[in-house]
């Protein structure tokens, strides 16, 4: 093992959504959703980023019908501040020292600031890609994903990967090893959505479980509370969404160290953002 990646952790903005529905028994009241993204540095490898999170994109994007229906279901507070590629400079950095963006799944509030760097490799699963890239119109927005939110040349730059074969983490399935170093694992978190990955990585402030849209709430996988049942027609599986809830309750479990990171849960946020 090299040493241990840099990690910031940022908000990108958030919409709005009742916690009724993001978790099983929850509140009927509106919750701010932020889209974290992590930057991360690797030692060798540079700098990469773990989502895109919200961008001016998405609201040029979801501005007619029929994605216009996007920003209804779920109010956009953004600002264009809050964009990764305008939050770069504190770190002294600019969009082009970004190597490569691992996307965790295809829906828009992940990869809308995609667009912004034009010089990065894209990360994906081959199944993730497939899922979205035939679709447009309703049949995109069914699946929260916006083509023009990916770069037009995308599937140049993308890099895709076939199913994982790495040493597998208990419970939850074989994995790739980004940097063949052990500091940064995909694993499938199959149920949200098709081919979505989670990213353990190896951090300057311990180990991160990011598990992307696996649950909304942290709480979900403590408590084994998953989201909703009246959201599930937005999972890709909503069996094994539950069965993804039930494997990372286990894991967490038996590495108690480990953080876990979902990307829109104000409690990982408040713990972990970068002001
Ligand atoms: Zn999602
Ligand atoms: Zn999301």
Do not use: K
């Amino acid at each position: 093992m090299t040493e241990p990646l840099a990690c910031f952790i940022l908000d990108t903005g958030h919409c709005l959504a009742s916690e009724h529905h993001l978790i099983e028994g929850g509140a009927r009241q509106q919750m701010a959703c932020h889209s974290l993204v992590a930057l991360l540095r690797h030692p060798q490898h540079g700098w990469f980023l773990w989502d895109a999170g919200y961008a001016p994109a998405m609201l040029e994007a979801t501005r007619r019908f029929p994605y216009l229906l996007y920003r209804l279901a779920t109010p956009l507070r953004l600002r264009p501040e809050l964009a990764v590629a305008a939050q770069l400079p504190r770190f002294g950095l600019a969009p082009a020292d970004i190597g490569q963006v691992i996307i965790s799944h295809f829906h828009a509030d992940h990869i809308a600031g995609l667009r912004d760097f034009a010089a990065a490799r894209f990360v994906a699963l081959t199944e993730a890609y497939q899922a979205v890239a035939p679709l447009s119109g309703l049949a995109a927005l069914r699946r929260a994903f916006i083509p023009a939110l990916l770069p037009a040349d995308f599937a140049r730059r993308v890099h895709l990967l076939p199913a994982f074969n790495g040493p597998p983490l208990a419970g939850l399935g074989p994995t790739y090893d980004l940097f063949n170093d052990g500091s940064a694992l995909l694993v499938r978190l199959p149920g949200h959505a098709r081919g979505q990955v989670g990213l353990l990585a190896h951090t300057t402030r311990g180990r991160l479980f990011f598990v992307a849209d696996s649950c909304w709430l942290t709480r979900s996988i403590v408590e084994r509370r998953p989201p909703s049942s009246f959201v599930n027609f937005i999972a890709d599986d909503p069996r094994s969404l539950r069965d993804t809830i039930n494997r990372l309750h286990g894991f967490t479990a038996a590495n108690p160290d480990i953080q876990i990171v979902p990307s829109h849960c104000p409690d990982a946020l408040a713990r972990l953002l970068e002001l």
